[in-house]
């Protein structure tokens, strides 16, 4: 049996008071698992799921075996269970979609194959392949391999990976995709471990982590790499243990080495999700589960603090807990009974296709859990046994002094000197060997300090540019609890140590020639993110970015904060050392508001400091003087780079957001077009400079096109072309190179032909260096093109520009035919109406056009042509055909047609009309013919179309017995069916309404009931909260079936569907639409209803409508009352959290989106009030 004991615990301030505490117990269960919305599933080996909360909902899975497996998808959409060697497809709703044999012969899609020309061993494969081939062989399980199944999905949940032992004790590993497909069978690889024992996700909502993975009999499976489709296994054969990367279709990718396997094993492999680094655990092979190891649930009882949204694991001792301030809702998770010992824990690099070993952390005591954070790439957090959670955050950084370059590669230093020669990594000049691995290095002029991680300094004199060895010693600090060094700094005399412990942040100091010396000169509780030492002063960092600065006196350290370091020294110290991006940003500040741009701008090309900032930092400021900024920098290379870098990004909210307090007082210009507005601006203000200036300026106005959305390169050559009259020849090259720059010569050729001029294209085709033979012959063939216009009719039809084209043709008469022929083939006839409308010609354009129309069948369009042309006939013939009846008519009594012939068309519109439900029209057509025999006929037309006024008219004008019994009859059950049609309607919409009521009213219950987990704004206890997977947020065919498959559920009535709430409304909404639509029919109804003395129906008709537009009304103002609620949204609660990269983040307390999409069915109906239907005289009483 296992327990799996809940606490539930309102945090307040930093004490923990537990409020309620429950033990659950399960027999015989596989995993606990987690979704997305917090809810607890176990999975029992009989196949059965259960939720562990207040209301217990059971899902029996179709499977007959144990389960040995089982698996969410990153997002949620498939469940994975594994039996017996048989995969089982689950969805969300647990309904079994298919099951697949997990041992098959069937080849994988991506496999590779033998063509069929002999078989693999005769084929050419490069000799290093035979050679590897002819050494793998699959083996048994190694001894520590406790023959689990493993399952790990790959990061946007298409494709998964399955590891399992067959019946012949042969570990192998297979891959599948989300549609049941096995993709490939990894390549047979002797000696791999069951490793890797925690699944890393990146997922684009909330995460499904299995609880128990401590546990061995939950070792997970080999992962893929977050970006790519590598798979990473180990083996170990022999004396040498190797890390072999797999490609999806099964064939080995690229391996590496581990140092000296001793008798280690590795229990987890992972990536950080950009990729660029890979951890390593190894644990003893003695390691057990020692049964009882916490025993007393007060004092050992390890406590897992569960996040949501996401979840995410933080391990305390409860002695421990009172150092953390948590937040006001937690859910703690007890496990029993089990302890891992992991040795080291190695972080891994690769460049130039060489692994190096660039750290590596060493425990004395239990490694508990690990795993890489989401919220930032480099960041890596841990918990050990004595209850403390790490986060250690890498960089990626250049350790170079003076040209000498040195590169960690585990227990040895690489050195290159750039001054001798530029060689690529892994080569160097030579290296040096340490008896452990190097943690920290730290270079000045007079040698280098190397911090190992046995906690030994190795110093090396430098001499000659090259390192040779001085002294070691050991670093015997005492520290309460363990520590690692995170920076070092080295003058040559003197050494400041940057250590971190769970407590504070101490910065230890000594000399070399009493290493044992060591003191502790500052501490902190606030973290320091960054140390140096330089001469008599050691500069410090901390994360809230202010600067301390602290002297040396009698080789002691005394902290004296400052509000931040002097301008001056900035400029006499080394900026490649000291010269801090805050500390510059600030001093950029300084300048921009004391629009000193000359200097901020030379300050930013040096630093590479993005050119936004001048903008961005005061926009109303740098608008007000870009006259000013223009004169002052006087220079059109600078002003052109500040143009060119511009963006519609806000660096002050973004890459320099730390340099800017939010409370900080900034005069903002909103722009959403930044690059637009700011281009303009600077066109607009040059070209009031004179002729002179603007000249020597002109590679600015170019930009000012050139940098615009879309780019503007046509009206730049024709600026250009207007300036070709000066007599500097240079000038005009350089300012066509300059163009050429910013503008692929192959698009700039085809533009400058745009603009007619061909010297100008031939300048553009000889400057870009094109080939001659491409342009030359083009050119001549266009200048013996005449006449003008004929031949920019010529060049538009090579650039494709159609509509240009049909514009120049259109001016050369004798070309005619040559246009028509044009416009047919390219379908131009709306365009050719403008072109030719003050032409003789238009005519003929009218004709081609209506032709055009009438095969496509639009003949009510070309009917409009036809006539406008003249052939009325075939325009008549398009009347009759779209059955415009009026029309048709008007044009019979113009061409003097028979009233015989005209009615006969006529009389098969009418036949049309019946067929297809247009009964007014049909009747408007039988009127039209004038025959008193066909009276009857339209009034019955007119009561089937509702048409109440005309009815009564055409009654009038028949005045007889027979017309009055019908008429009579037919209002008599039109009378009927309003009164069927309000009973109904009364009847659904109350049914609608007292359901959407309890579908309410359950979901408030659901959100007072449900169990907000909290996640706070702290560093080291959330990055689930921001979980977003860097494969792939949300991809867009998820987002597209979400929508659609919402937009169906909204749709469809169905009792007690997770969007019945939308569906009511609705539903509501459109039958309220439908009796307001009644009234424009009552209004002659009525009438009629009196005048033929249906009187006492016609009361009761108006009564009964005017009590459902009240009971309509009164519902309105209930179902869509004007202050809304939570509860009142549509959908499932938790899908209203739902973020725009597609996240669900439900926050600590219970309070309305930040967002509310405002979907259709949120909008109340309308009734309107100013249709007047109601007669006084049919009222009950009369007011």
């Known amino acids: 049996m296992r327990n799996l004991t809940v606490w539930k615990s309102s945090c307040t301030k930093l004490d923990l008071k537990c409020d309620e505490f429950s033990d659950i117990s399960f027999n015989n269960a596989q995993a606990f698992l987690i979704d997305d919305f917090g809810q607890i599933y176990c999975a029992f080996s009989q196949g059965i799921l259960q939720f562990p909360s207040q209301t217990v ?81 699959e083996t048994e399980v190694l001894e520590h391999d406790i023959g689990n199944t493993l399952i790990s999905w790959s990061g946007d949940a298409t494709y998964f990976a399955v590891s399992y032992v067959n019946s012949l004790k042969i570990r192998k590993v297979s891959i599948w995709n989300d549609e049941m497909d096995l993709i490939s069978c990894l390549e047979p690889l002797s000696g791999i471990e069951q490793s890797l024992a925690y699944r890393y996700f990146f997922f684009s909502s909330a995460i499904s982590v299995i609880l128990l993975h401590f546990f061995s ?93 996401g979840l995410q694991f933080f391990i305390r001792r409860k002695i421990h807990l009172k150092t953390y301030n948590l937040c006001e809702t937690c859910a703690f998770l007890f496990l029993n009974n089990f302890t891992i010992f992991v040795i080291t824990v190695q972080f891994w690099c690769v460049s130039n296709y060489d692994w190096m070993l660039k750290y590596r952390i060493t425990f004395s005591n239990h490694l508990l859990y690990s795993r890489w954070a989401n919220s930032s790439p480099n960041v890596f957090k841990y918990v050990t046994n004595e209850g403390f959670v790490w986060s250690i955050e890498f960089s990626f950084i250049y350790n170079i002094h003076d040209g000498i370059v040195l590169v960690i590669n585990g227990q040895n230093v690489r050195v290159t000197d750039l001054t001798s020669g530029v060689v690529p990594p892994p080569m160097c000049h030579y290296s040096m060997e340490f008896p452990d691995t190097v943690s920290a290095i730290a270079q000045c002029g007079a040698g280098a300090a190397f911090f190992l991680t046995n906690h030994f300094f190795h110093i090396y004199d430098l001499i000659e540019r090259k390192y040779f060895f001085k002294l070691s010693k050991h670093f015997d600090v005492s520290f309460a609890a363990p520590f690692l060094c995170t920076n070092i700094s080295f003058t040559g005399q003197h050494i400041a140590v940057l250590l971190i412990s769970c407590d504070n942040h101490s910065i230890i100091e000594s000399t070399v020639d009493n290493l044992d010396d060591c003191s502790v000169s500052y501490s902190s509780a606030v973290p320091i993110s960054w140390l140096h030492s330089e001469n008599s002063n050691v500069f410090i960092q901390s994360r809230s970015r ?47 508001d004391s629009l000193k741009y000359v200097e901020c701008i030379h300050l930013m090309k040096r630093h590479r400091i993005d050119m936004n900032l001048l903008y961005d930092h005061n926009p109303e400021l740098f608008v007000q003087n870009i006259e000013f900024f223009i004169r002052s920098v006087n220079n059109s290379d600078l002003i052109n780079l500040f143009l060119l870098a511009l963006n519609d990004d806000d660096v002050t909210k973004g890459m320099y957001a730390d340099c800017y307090s939010i409370s900080e007082n900034r005069n903002g210009l909103e722009k959403k077009n930044k690059v637009n507005f700011i281009s303009e601006s600077f066109r607009k203000c040059l070209e009031k400079f004179d002729e002179k200036e603007l000249i020597r300026l002109y590679t600015v106005v170019l930009s000012t096109y050139l940098n615009v959305t879309p780019p503007q390169v046509t009206r730049a050559l024709q600026d250009l072309q207007k300036r070709s009259g000066f007599d500097e020849k240079n000038l005009k090259k350089s300012w066509i190179e300059y163009v050429g720059l910013l503008v692929p010569s192959e698009n700039l050729f085809r533009e400058a032909l745009g603009v007619y001029d061909l010297s100008l294209a031939l300048d553009i085709a000889h400057i870009t260096s094109q080939d001659p033979k491409e342009y030359l012959a083009l050119l001549s063939y266009f200048q013996s093109v005449t006449p003008e216009y004929y031949q920019n009719y010529r060049i538009d039809l090579y650039l494709n520009r159609y509509d240009k084209a049909l514009e120049n043709i259109a001016k050369v008469d004798e070309k005619f035919d040559e246009a028509v022929q044009f416009i047919i083939n390219h379908k131009l006839y709306s365009k050719a109406l403008v072109v030719f409308q003050d032409q003789t010609s238009f005519h003929k354009i009218c004709y081609i056009y209506a032709d055009y129309l009438m095969k496509k069948g639009s003949f009510k369009e070309a009917a409009i042509l036809f006539r406008r042309e003249g052939s009325l006939k075939i325009a008549l013939s398009c009347m009759e ?26 009389i098969r519109m009418v036949q049309h009309f019946k067929n297809v439900g247009r009964f007014h029209d049909a009747a408007n057509v039988l009127c039209l013919m004038h025959d008193e025999a066909k009276d009857l006929q339209i009034l019955e037309l007119y009561c089937q179309a509702n048409s109440w006024n005309e009815a009564a008219k055409i009654a009038r004008k028949i005045h007889q017995p027979d017309s009055l019994i019908l008429l009579k009859k037919m209002v008599y059950n039109r009378y009927s069916q309003l009164n069927d049609f309000i009973t109904k309607s009364t009847d659904d919409m109350k049914r609608y309404i007292n359901r959407l009521n309890i579908v309410r009213q359950k979901k408030k219950e659901a959100i007072e009931n449900a169990i907000i987990y909290d996640y706070e704004n702290e560093e080291l206890l959330s990055d689930i909260s921001t979980v977003v997977s860097h494969i792939s947020k949300s991809s867009m065919n998820t987002l597209v079936r979400r929508k659609k498959k919402m937009e169906r559920k909204k749709t469809t009535l169905k009792e007690g569907s997770s969007y019945e709430d939308a569906a009511l409304l609705n539903a509501l909404k459109s039958l309220i639409n439908n009796i307001d639509t009644i009234q424009d029919e009552l209004a002659p109804l009525l009438v009629l209803m009196f005048d033929i003395d249906l009187l006492a129906e016609a009361r009761d008709l108006q009564q009964k409508y005017t009590e459902l537009l009240l009971f309509a009304n009164k519902s309105i103002a209930t179902v869509w009352p004007c202050h809304i609620s939570l509860h009142l949204l549509t959908g499932p609660w938790q899908e209203l959290y739902r973020t725009e990269d597609g996240i669900i983040r439900v926050p600590n307390e219970i309070r309305m989106p930040n967002r509310i999409a405002l979907s259709s069915e949120l909008i109340a109906p309308h009734i309107r009030e100013n249709v007047s239907w109601r007669l006084q005289f049919l009222q009950s009483s009369v007011t």
């Open 881 to 906: 055909k779209c059955y415009d009846y009026n029309g048709y008519v008007e044009l019979c009594v113009e061409l003097g047609i028979s009233g015989e012939q005209c009615s006969s068309s006529l």
């Open 546 to 592: 202010e600067i301390f600065l602290l002297q040396y006196r009698q080789l002691n350290l005394l902290s004296q904060p400052t509000e931040g370091v002097n301008d001056e020294i900035l400029y006499k110290r080394n900026i490649e050392t000291i010269y801090l991006r805050s500390l510059l940003i600030n001093l950029l500040k300084k300048l921009i």
């Open 217 to 309: 009999e939950l070792f997970l499976a080999p992962p893929f790499r977050p970006s790519g489709n590598l798979i990473a296994v180990s083996r170990v054969k022999g004396i040498v243990r190797e890390i072999f990367f797999f490609e999806r279709n099964g064939q080995v990718r690229s391996s590496f080495k581990l140092p000296d396997v001793n008798n280690d094993y590795v229990s987890w492999l992972g990536w950080n999700y950009d990729s660029t680094i890979f951890c390593i655990h190894l644990a003893t092979l003695n390691c057990t589960l020692r049964e009882g190891f916490f025993f007393s649930i007060f004092v050992f009882k390890i406590i897992f603090v569960a996040y949501f949204e």
């Open 57 to 137: 909902e059971v899902f029996r899975l179709d499977s007959q075996h144990i389960i040995d497996a089982i698996s969410w998808a990153p997002d949620h959409h498939l469940l994975i269970s594994i039996s017996s060697d048989l995969l089982h497809f689950f969805s969300r709703d647990f309904q079994c979609s298919g099951i697949k044999s997990l041992i098959s012969s069937e080849i994988g899609r991506d496999q590779l194959v033998s063509l069929g020309w002999g078989s693999s061993e005769t084929q050419f494969q490069g000799a290093g392949r035979r050679k590897q081939q002819e050494n793998e062989y």
